[in-house]
């Protein structure tokens, strides 16, 4: 089967930096995504690696080790705007891309 | 440009009725999504079209049928509404396949079945 696993929920402090993991099976890979997603709203796109290594987008990270089937995103200096839910998604087989559950990041004061 | 819209925002149904979700793009995308999303599960992908003319079932696809009317727009109809498929429904595109997946995603639609 396919499957995407990660955690349900983080809780990090203003300023500090939190890393989201995420582990993967699936037949096939083409590459791994984060998206982000307000309370009510729709998932944005936030960053894609194809190919191992960390890729940096200001203070938004994100690393993938395709030997290990594993990848994380990284925020740094965290605001409180920071608080909402993260997916990660693969895409597969035939193109169709699976979502993790999402993890729910709390940004405290 | 307005990106991706759905329409209606908000519906409520009662059990066996059948309505349709509306989805359009005005990027010029080639390909897109239908996903549900229900707390705890993530999205799940209801059915896709990789391209204008060409559908294909996702994770989820019982219940529901689509049409890919032209580039711009996909719809997604429930024939006979189950409460099963009270959720949220967001459309999705992407402007090439097999490259760089960044999914467009539309306001969605937050559908009650009674």
């Known amino acids: 089967g396919q499957s995407l696993e990660q955690p349900s929920e983080v809780t990090a402090v203003e300023g500090a930096i939190v890393q989201i993991n995420c582990t993967y099976q699936t037949s096939g890979f083409y590459g791994l995504s984060w998206y982000q997603q307000h309370d009510g709203g729709a998932p944005t796109f936030l960053s894609y690696?194809?190919?191992?290594g960390l890729e940096e987008k200001g203070r938004f990270s994100s690393f993938l080790s395709r030997s290990d089937s594993y990848g994380y995103l990284l925020l740094q200096e965290l605001q409180m705007k920071d608080s909402a839910s993260y997916l990660c998604?693969?895409?597969?087989?035939?193109?169709?891309?699976?979502f993790g559950a999402g993890t729910r990041l709390f940004v405290k004061a | 440009n307005a990106g991706v819209t759905q329409t209606p925002k908000f519906q409520v149904l009662k059990t066996g009725q059948s309505m349709t979700l509306q989805c359009a793009q005005d990027m010029n995308h080639n390909s897109m999504y239908w996903y549900r999303q229900d707390p705890g599960m993530g999205l799940r992908l209801i059915y896709y079209?990789?391209?204008?003319?060409?559908?294909d079932k996702g994770e989820v696809p019982n219940g529901y049928n689509v049409s890919r009317l032209n580039k711009r727009e996909f719809s997604l109809r429930l024939e006979s509404a189950a409460p099963s498929q009270t959720s949220v429904y967001f459309c999705?595109?992407?402007?090439?396949?097999?490259?760089?997946?960044?999914?467009?995603f539309g306001p969605g639609t937050r559908l009650t079945v009674l």
């Open positions: 999705a595109s992407i402007p090439h396949e097999g490259v760089l997946d960044t999914q467009y």
């Open positions: 079209s990789a391209s204008e003319g060409t559908t």
């Open positions: 998604a693969v895409r597969g087989v035939s193109f169709k891309t699976i």
């Open positions: 690696n194809g190919l191992d």
